[in-house]
């Protein structure tokens, strides 16, 4: 059997990834993409935690359910509100988008 | 049946804006004749979902009907009640100020079913006790909140809706890694049994728990809008439409407290652990405080200026909470002094954001230098903003005063007379900008003649703030005995 | 002789003013005020008849204390909050001291309300402006009343409040505006100290009743460290009111309110408010040997400093600011020698005679339109009421037999010599210093010819140049004329004594011996009155000698044999009167540099510091989104590790 150790090293990878997506990409919705990649990191970990340590209950599956349920609701109104802003500027990246500042 | 029941505040919100919206439709069936009476109709529901809340709160006080709900999801307790008015008043202030608002909006019953159900959500964040709800709670707020933001759709407010969804998804995942370590190390969600399992720790599980508490903080940081966390707050408050700035300002920081207090004083309420979080949370305070303060000197943009001031604001808050984790008698002082903090600062910044709203609406611009000679062209406007500024600098008789007292006095009990000295200075520097408002309305000349006239509905909105903060400045007792119990909770 | 005075009343005191102001904010905010003539000034008999009614209820509170010596008719205190264990109250107090600052108050008050009805007619900010003084007088006596120290705190932030609001009156004058906030800023900082002692104390002692605390401090029951911290912060804040040397900067710039605003904040409210908390707590200070020498000797510097800038001023009300700030240090070192019925004393004829000089200027500039001494003159033909009034007020602040400033200043003078030589010398100085520039004023003003005054730029003489003085209407003669004849009468009433026996009263039977008790030296006043006389004739000599030569001249006078004796023989003296004059300018000069370039400039500096880190700081705020990002990742790192820096160094292995 895979120890656990590999899964929650893989999930950090995941989340480092991701942070580094969000911080790095200048694509809005890629950086959206880096975020659900940070979200699934921890999915993992909920997934681990419950199959290997606590096996008797379902609380760590029902959670990383309801992660990924409220994640897609959250894409879906990112995807919106940069489809605005890219009618409004033209552009979806995010490093051009600095009207309000200072 | 008792698990609806004490649902009941959240339940009828989130009822009401679904009617809203249905009536809407039904508006639009009906076509252009009735088309006058909708927006007056729909502000009206929406009050009526908030005030149905509020005496649902009541009336569950009056029965006694606290307890546990849902298996052990929800818990209605003096704290959650607390909130409850807290948030369900707030809700109703700035719906009253958003009438005149949307005057020429369509989209007047998504705004207020949205405002309603984001209402919801911050009375779950401070009712549940299992990380499950709290990150739906925290989700049901963020999202409807994002939307609010982007709501006027012209560049700037979509620009502070893309930033505060952004930065909102990511401490929700940051959040959500910490929530997922504690759910690891104790193998549950419920805060009771997470700090059991952390009370009994041993030493093996430091490294990952203060992980955990890291993440949470940085996660529940973003709602409080604390340094390093606060980088959004300018910008967001700058381009939100006023009304949902204030809302933000008050609700959703009231909501990031709400929730820090049941997960850090429950689950990480041990002291071994403790003491960690509240040496965090003084320094995050000072820093807090001063970097406000400091910024906020320069701005030349009110409702930036008030992102700022919020910023130092909740500096000030943290002072409480850092308090908590001393001795255990000042459990009580840091919690409800946080608490009664949280109750005068949302008269006071409500009040000030509806001057605002009052007075840029008329002048059509948002720049401190254009309040020039407001007191000449609306008085009364200009008498609400200066109180709400002085109750925000802390002098008497303001409420402002008795919260600032309250909380330095708690940081003295506790030892952290530094953290006092630091408040102290900071809001001095605080009344350096606040009267540069004040200043400019009373001593420069106005640009024109024409008075200020707000509406109806947005006068009372100011009138009850107004008169709530000057009441809790003469009057305290009541609010100081209802943040007592509600702090009692954690006793 | 009066029924005690009950409880009721006394709190009727401190709510009639605070009801006139009620009642004309809501008229004014009504619209009622605008239209019609009796409206438009109700305004003014309305805090006419509040400040009178309050005024009449203190003399009904001073024969209550004088039944009892002086003694505190102690209230029960009331409930006000109470939070679990915390419990606040809230209650008044009567005894000596506060009834003194009671008819100090109210009377001034009364009287300055009264003058303002001719100073302020047509002002637009009429209204505005009796319902300030309203709130200013009612937060005074508010003050004077409180029975606990965070009462008492509540309304001494009330009384900056409005003195800020009152100063920056006529805002739209640039100045105005700066130097309201200056004093506001300024005075901020001496209440940090106050609001730091009062945490102390509350701390220490779970005490915040202010009988209590002189109670535990007169017998010992707390820490000598504690009283000392307590007492120097008490002395900060009363510092920043009271004008104190190194935070008298805002006073001098305060000058920008309407004058009768200036009389009252410099007689009776504001400023006395910190020498008021001294006494008040002076059965603490008494007991704290560093916190007494720390009040004496700042009284001292403030004394010698104030004065000697006072003569290099030119703007008249300037002049009398620095000559309160003066006055100010002698009651602080009169407390600090232990002097308390003389400190109070000495506030008491303050007030008149101060309230006086500040009236008569307020009517030299309604007459002339400046408040520049080099564009007066002569006005003594053109005013004699206002030149004679303000001259009796002179010579009182002088100290001039029989006038009240004589017998307040001379029984300072006596106790300091019997506890404190060295300070007996420096107010001696001081008193020297005092007769200059009081000498140098009225001969300025009142003196040689006229030089043509200036656009007025206030009230009903907006930009209308006054072709010639002229004298001002009776309601501002009348107050004129009254406090002059309290100004020369006053100081009889404690020519037995008897006043300095209700001001110390009060105070813990403990504290008694420690209080200063001198007794009547004869050399003493004649050498005071000498010095002061010697400082007029140094006055006269400097500023008056020209216009006596022109008129020698242009008269040709019968002794022009003695005139022309007298100017030879005063060739020497005046050769180094002269010298000594440019040296003493020379000196105040630099002083004034000092004021201006090391103090100013470390406020400013402080201020402009801020300014560039926030100016610095918020370029960081970019509107790059991902920078906040960064942010909340950089500070998650930054928190885990230095939480977890024992645990990383252990795994580097260090």
């Known amino acids: 059997m895979i120890p656990i150790e590999n899964f929650l090293v893989l999930s950090s990878i995941l989340f480092s990834i991701g942070i580094y997506g969000v911080l790095a ?78 | 049946m008792d698990s609806v029941n004490r649902f009941g505040p959240e339940l009828i919100l989130l009822a009401m804006a679904a009617v809203i919206i249905l009536a809407d439709i039904g508006w639009a069936l009906a076509g252009t004749g009735a088309e006058r009476m909708r927006r007056p109709a729909l502000g009206a529901l929406a009050l009526t979902g908030t005030a149905a809340s509020i005496i649902w709160s009541a009336l569950l006080i009056a029965f006694d009907e606290q307890g546990e709900a849902f298996s052990g999801m929800i818990r209605v307790d003096d704290f959650a009640l607390f909130f409850n008015f807290l948030f369900a008043g707030t809700a109703a202030i700035v719906i009253l100020a958003s009438i005149d608002f949307l005057r020429r909006n369509r989209f007047v019953a998504e705004y207020y079913a949205l405002i309603l159900a984001s209402t919801a959500g911050m009375m779950l964040l401070a009712s549940t006790i299992d990380l499950i709800a709290i990150f739906v709670a925290l989700e049901l707020t963020g999202i409807s909140l994002y939307i609010l933001v982007a709501f006027m759709k012209d560049g700037r407010s979509s620009e502070a809706g893309l930033k505060y969804l952004l930065l909102g998804a990511i401490s929700s995942a940051v959040a959500l890694y910490g929530m997922a370590y504690l759910f690891g190390i104790t193998g549950s969600t419920s805060l009771d049994e997470i700090g059991l399992v952390v009370s009994e720790a041993n030493g093996e599980t430091r490294s990952a728990l203060v992980l955990a508490m890291v993440f949470l903080i940085a996660g529940f940081g973003f709602k409080m809008a604390i340094v390093p966390f606060q980088m959004w707050v300018p910008d967001v408050y700058e381009g939100a439409p006023t009304p949902v700035t204030a809302f933000l300002s008050v609700g959703s920081k009231a909501a990031g407290f709400a929730v820090v207090m049941r997960i850090f004083l429950t689950a990480l309420g041990d002291g071994s652990i403790s003491s960690d979080w509240a040496t965090v949370f003084a320094i995050l305070a000072a820093i807090s405080m001063s970097l406000g303060n400091i910024t906020a000197l320069v701005q030349g943009n009110i409702k930036r200026m008030l992102g700022y001031s919020s910023i130092a604001q909740a500096g000030t808050f943290l002072i409480g909470l850092a308090v908590v984790a001393a001795a255990d008698p000042q459990l009580l002082l840091g919690t409800s002094a946080v608490l009664f903090f949280l109750g005068t600062y949302a008269f006071t910044n409500l009040g000030a954001f509806i001057a605002v709203i009052a007075i840029s609406s008329k002048i059509g611009s948002d720049q401190i230098a254009d309040y020039a000679g407001v007191a000449k062209r609306s008085p009364l406007l200009a008498l609400g903003l200066t109180i709400c500024l002085l109750s925000l600098t802390g002098i008497p008789p303001t409420a402002g005063f008795i919260a600032k007292v309250y909380v330095f006095n708690a940081a003295v009990q506790a030892d952290l007379v530094w953290l006092a000295i630091v408040g102290v200075l900071n809001s001095v520097v605080a009344a350096y900008y606040y009267l540069r408002v004040v200043l400019n309305m009373y001593t420069a000349e106005p640009a024109s003649e024409e008075s200020i006239q707000p509406g109806y509905y947005l006068g009372l909105a100011m009138v009850v703030a107004v008169v709530g903060l000057l009441v809790i400045g003469i009057f305290p007792s009541p609010l100081l005995e209802a943040s007592e119990a509600a702090a009692r909770v954690f006793g | 002789m009066l029924n005690q005075i009950p409880e009721g009343v006394v709190w009727a005191i401190l709510f009639l003013p605070f009801g006139s102001f009620a009642v004309i904010s809501l008229a004014a905010l009504l619209g009622l005020t605008r239209t019609g003539s009796w409206e438009a000034r109700f305004s003014g008999y309305l805090t006419m008849a509040a400040i009178a009614a309050s005024f009449l209820l203190s003399l009904w509170a001073l024969d209550s204390v004088l039944q009892e010596d002086g003694a505190r008719i102690g209230y029960d205190a009331h409930e006000w909050v109470t939070v679990g264990s915390l419990r606040f109250d809230i209650g008044v107090t009567v005894d000596g001291l506060t009834a003194i600052m009671l008819i100090v108050v109210t009377s001034v008050s009364l009287l300055v309300q009264f003058y303002s009805q001719g100073y302020m007619r047509g002002d637009p900010g009429y209204n505005r402006y009796y319902a300030f003084m309203s709130l200013f007088t009612g937060s005074m006596l508010g003050l004077v009343l409180a029975s606990n120290i965070l009462q008492l705190f509540v309304f001494w932030e009330l009384v900056g409040l409005c003195s800020y609001l009152l100063i920056g009156f006529w805002f739209y004058r640039d100045s105005a505006r700066r130097a309201a906030t200056k004093a506001f800023v300024v005075t901020r900082i001496g209440d940090l100290g106050f609001l730091s002692a009062i945490l102390l104390i509350w701390t220490k002692t779970d005490q915040l009743d ?136 000495h506030l008491f004829t303050h ?25 007066m003159g002569g006005l003594a033909r053109f005013m004699p009421v206002t030149f004679l009034t303000t001259t009796v007020a002179g010579l009182a602040l002088v100290g001039v037999f029989p006038l009240a400033g004589f017998w307040s200043k001379d029984e300072i003078l006596i106790e300091a010599w019997a506890e404190k030589p060295l300070i007996f010398w420096t107010a001696l100085a001081g008193v020297f210093l005092t007769a200059v520039y009081v000498g140098r004023m009225l001969f300025l003003t009142f003196g040689g010819e006229y030089k043509g005054g200036e656009a007025s730029d206030h009230g009903a003489q907006a930009n209308s140049r006054p072709a010639e003085p002229h004298e001002s209407p009776w309601v501002m003669l009348l107050p004129l004329v009254v406090l002059a004849t309290l100004a020369t009468t006053v100081g009889f009433v404690n020519i037995t004594g008897g006043m300095n026996d209700i001001l110390e009263g009060w105070l813990p039977e403990e504290t008694h011996e420690l209080v200063a008790a001198g007794d009547f030296v004869l050399w003493i006043s004649v050498v005071s009155v000498a010095v002061g006389l010697a400082g007029l004739g140094l006055a006269w000599a400097i500023y008056s000698r020209k216009a006596i030569r022109a008129e020698e001249v242009s008269a040709a006078l019968e002794p022009v044999q003695v005139l022309l004796d007298r100017k030879y023989y005063l060739d020497d003296l005046y050769e180094t009167v002269i010298v000594k004059g440019v040296i003493m300018r020379g000196a105040a000069a630099a002083l004034h540099a000092w004021d201006r370039y090391v103090i100013d400039g470390v406020v400013n500096g402080l201020a402009s510091l801020m300014r560039f880190s926030s100016e610095k700081y918020r370029l960081a705020q970019s509107g790059q989104a991902q920078l906040y990002g960064a942010a909340i990742f950089i500070g998650v790192i930054v928190i885990v590790a230095s939480v977890l820096q024992d645990e990383l160094l252990g795994i580097v292995g260090l």
């Open chain 1, 25 to 102: 990409r200048r694509n809005a919705v890629l950086i959206i993409m880096s975020v659900e990649l940070m979200l699934q990191a921890v999915s993992i970990n909920f997934i681990a935690f419950a199959v290997y340590l606590y096996p008797e209950q379902f609380t760590g599956l029902i959670f990383a359910i309801f992660v990924i349920t409220i994640a897609a609701a959250e894409v879906g109104l990112a995807l919106g509100i940069i489809l605005r802003i890219f009618r409004n500027k033209g552009t979806s990246n995010v490093d051009e988008v600095d009207m309000l500042k200072w």
């Open chain 3, 210 to 345: 202010i009988g209590q605390i002189q109670h535990l401090a007169a017998t010992g029951m707390i820490g000598s460290s504690v009283i000392t911290w307590f007492a120097l912060g008490l002395f900060a804040g009363a510092a920043g009111k009271s004008a104190q040397f190194p935070l008298h900067v805002w006073l001098p710039d305060a000058m920008e309110g309407p004058t009768p605003v200036s009389a009252l904040i410099h007689a009776a409210t504001m400023v006395v408010a910190g020498v008021y908390l001294v006494a008040r707590f002076f059965p603490v200070f008494i007991v704290s040997e560093e916190a007494i020498n720390a009040v004496v000797v700042v009284g001292a510097i403030t004394a010698i400093m104030a004065a000697s800038l006072a003569i290099v001023a030119t703007d008249i009300k300037r002049v009398m600011a620095y000559s309160t700030i003066s006055q100010l240090g002698y009651m602080m070192m009169a407390l600090g020698v232990g002097a308390i019925g003389a400190a109070i004393f």
């Open chain 3, 351 to 375: 007030a008149f005679f101060k309230a006086l000089l500040f009236l008569g200027a307020g009517s030299v500039n309604h007459a002339t339109g400046t408040f520049d001494m080099r564009k």
